[in-house]
């Protein structure tokens, strides 16, 4: 343990002991960690050791930002929250959970998905959609064909959700399932 404030370098005393941050490193962590950075009580409240985290509207964690290129969070119903509530969100409500990605998927063709196992999914009765599992969306026009069916799901009163099949593309292009499920659940 050092004895100086990380920020600072005050130095800790008895009376003003100095603090160690502690943090979800990832939003799918049970327990949150010591990250071995210890503050000062100014600069921790301060909000000085928050740096490279945020906190969760949905879960009121404070996470890590992201590790290596996956961003931890997102942005959603106004609101910043962590992959694990939108991945419990999306499961058991599908894309009609956030109201704003529904309209942007259906009108713009905008893939909001997330990784998904899909043996987990398809245990709660979730089915690929034929012509769009495990697919390669390429551009805005194969984006708007997946957001049509979407949206012909979705009048059909099922539930759907998008799962990103690989890694390298966060974006508007990638593979791609698009998942569906009766409101009544299985
Ligand atoms: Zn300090
Ligand atoms: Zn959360």
Redo the contacts with the bound molecule.
């Keep these: 343990m050092d004895d100086k ?1 990380i ?2 370098d ?1 130095e800790g005393t008895d009376e003003h002991e100095l603090i160690e941050f502690f943090m979800f490193f990832s939003p799918f962590d049970d327990e949150e960690r010591g990250t071995g950075c210890f ?2 009580e ?2 921790y409240e301060d909000g ?1 050791a928050d740096d490279g985290t945020f906190f969760c509207d949905g879960c009121a964690r404070t996470i890590s930002d992201s590790r290596g290129h996956l961003t931890h969070s997102r942005w959603v119903n106004n609101g910043v929250v962590c992959l694990r509530c939108v991945h419990e969100t999306l499961r058991e409500e599908g894309v009609a959970a956030y109201p704003d990605m529904l309209q942007e998927l259906f009108i713009d063709g905008r893939l909001f998905g997330i990784f998904f196992n899909r043996g987990e999914l398809e245990a709660e009765g979730w089915i690929g959609a034929p012509g769009f599992t495990d697919t390669l969306i390429k551009g805005e026009e194969g984006a708007k064909a997946l957001g049509h069916t979407a949206r012909s799901l979705h009048e059909g009163g099922q539930m759907i959700i998008i799962g990103y099949e690989n890694l390298s593309i966060m974006g508007d292009e990638g593979y791609v399932t698009l998942y569906s499920k009766d409101q009544e659940g299985s």
């Design positions: 404030c920020s600072c005050r503050y000062c100014s600069c000085q």
